[in-house]
């Protein structure tokens, strides 16, 4: 790798544009780990809002896979960018970039440790080749209108972090907002960008709307701009302990085709903790010997990070609602309303409103109570309610399942599964099944036997016995399944052997 340099006063301005006779790659790394609460009932542990077409008809992950391109200017970009994401998403992640035509290479965290740690395997994976690449971090849940101006940020970013510096992109803020953090601004450098003061964490209103008066703070984006080695030379001075645990977990990484998984117990030793706390806020200190700068980001970001957020990014109608699905406003004035689950959804004379509605659960709620809508999820997920876990319909990599119905020692699911694909080789300790099929043809493994069914065919998977279904044909298999027995988690699945890496 080349040597780091930091910028130690502004003379070293010049440094910038020597630097650029050498430009190391961009990469674009993708931050996509988080959950998402905010955004229930849609955005769920298992399904966060990453991976759901919050505004638009793509989702926000493979919006934000498609941030770079077009990126035309004195730098390389890497054709492909890394994805960092918990092994829970890990299939989904990788259906979505394959749907957009995206190889990308996906590195899975063990369990989720927040940004930070996640920054840190990404910059070890994108300098394993030797080269000093310039990470260009993003959120995978973010909304851009502009990418022109997005990729002018970037590029006067990339500048300063080929010098040396660690480069946050700011939006100077339209208004008083208490869902972001705030960056002071410093001394002025080039091109609007600012040495970095200090960061601050989420304000309470009176402060926010001093912050903004003041003219001296930028919201903080959550987009970062870094050469590999200052960024895992940073982290090892402030945060070792991160460092060390990334690093043995990343040489210990099993690999296949474009998926690395780190070693699970080495990086279980992580602490966890985010990019700004764990070295942006360092950054303004006298005795850092790491630079921040900050520089504008004025691209109609958005961090989607509320109702009221989504609300704000969509076009709205005349009477300034906005909607998602099938939805009906009558006398209605400033309401979002979202209907998930396909059934029409009519609001009548509300008032700056949010209605959400899917399979299983509805929100309503007050537009300027939307962050409290996080301390809802935490409340369900102490009643252990499934509802803040997943959906009715549940995503795997060989189809879904939709739980139709249950009760006392029954449930009954819709099972899709795609040509092709198959389920794991596996058996249940506590429950049989029944298996019709409505659709498609269905190879069934029970026991020592192997079989086909066709439609209205069925056959019975008594309890303890191994067990397949898969798709051979080209079309969609559909069945519908019956289980019956003393415990239906989906936890009781030994695996035996399974296409997708899941056993064990």
């Known amino acids: 790798m080349d040597k780091v340099t930091v910028i130690a006063d502004e003379t070293d301005i010049d440094a910038i544009d020597e630097a650029l006779v050498d430009c190391p790659p961009l990469v674009q790394v993708i931050l996509a780990g988080g959950s998402g609460t905010r955004l229930w009932p849609v955005s769920r542990e298992q399904f966060p809002k990453q991976l759901i077409d ?9 919006a934000t896979m498609g941030r770079m391109a077009g990126f035309s200017t004195t730098w390389d970009v890497a054709a492909d960018p890394v994805i960092v994401c918990g092994a829970e998403h890990y299939f989904a992640t990788y259906e979505q970039a ?21 920054l840190t395997l990404a910059a070890l994976d994108a300098c394993a080749d030797g080269h000093d690449a310039i990470l260009v971090a993003m959120p995978a849940d973010h909304a851009i209108v502009n990418l022109e101006a997005l990729h002018s940020a970037i590029e006067n970013a990339a500048r300063y972090a080929q010098a040396g510096a660690i480069a946050a992109l700011g939006v100077p803020p339209d208004r008083a907002d ?3 953090g705030y960056i002071r601004l410093g001394s002025a450098l080039e091109d609007g960008a600012h040495r970095i003061e200090r960061f601050v964490e989420k304000p309470a209103a009176e402060l926010a709307a001093q912050y903004v008066d003041s003219g001296k703070y930028w919201w903080n984006s959550g987009m970062f701009v870094v ?25 210990g990484a099993k690999r296949a ?22 070295v942006m806020e360092h950054l303004g200190k006298p005795d850092s010997p790491f630079t921040g700068v900050v520089v504008p980001l004025e691209a109609g970001w958005s961090d989607l990070g509320s109702w009221d957020a989504v609300w704000q990014a969509m076009e709205k109608d005349e009477c300034g609602n906005a909607s998602n699905g099938r939805v009906l ?28 509605e899917t399979d299983d659960a509805v929100l309503v709620a007050d537009r300027s109570h939307v962050q409290d809508v996080k301390g809802l999820v935490s409340r369900i997920k102490r009643e ?64 020592e036997e192997q079989f086909l069914l066709g439609e209205n065919e069925s056959t019975y998977i008594p309890l303890g016995i191994r067990h397949r279904l898969e798709n051979p044909g080209c079309v969609p298999l559909q069945i519908i399944e019956v289980q019956s027995g003393t415990y239906l988690g989906e936890d009781d699945i030994v695996r035996f052997d399974d296409k997708y890496g899941r056993c064990g």
């Open 178 to 180: 208490t869902g972001f």
């Open 54 to 62: 919050v505004i638009g008809n793509q989702t926000l992950l493979q």
């Open 329 to 356: 406003f009558e006398g209605a004035t400033a309401t979002y309303a979202r209907s998930q689950g396909g059934r029409l959804l009519a609001c009548v004379g509300t008032n700056n409103l949010i209605v959400i």
């Open 257 to 278: 085709d474009e998926c690395v998984i780190p070693d699970a117990a080495e990086f279980l030793r992580s602490p966890s903790d985010s990019i700004d706390y764990a």
């Open 98 to 118: 394959r749907e957009v035509g995206v190889n990308a290479r996906i590195v899975v965290e063990p369990a989720r440790r927040d940004t930070a740690p996640a």
């Open 227 to 251: 050469r590999s080695s200052v960024w895992l030379a940073a982290i090892e001075q402030f945060q070792p302990e991160i460092h060390a645990a990334s690093v043995h977990a990343y040489h």
């Open 384 to 447: 252990k309610s499934p509802e803040a876990d997943a959906h009715r319909k549940v995503r795997r990599p060989w189809g879904f399942y939709d739980s139709i119905d249950h009760g006392d020692r029954f449930q009954v699911k819709r099972i899709v599964v795609m040509p092709g694909a198959r389920l794991s080789l596996q058996m249940h300790h506590h429950r049989a099944e029944h298996w019709i099929v409505v659709s498609g043809t269905a190879l069934v493994t029970r026991g």
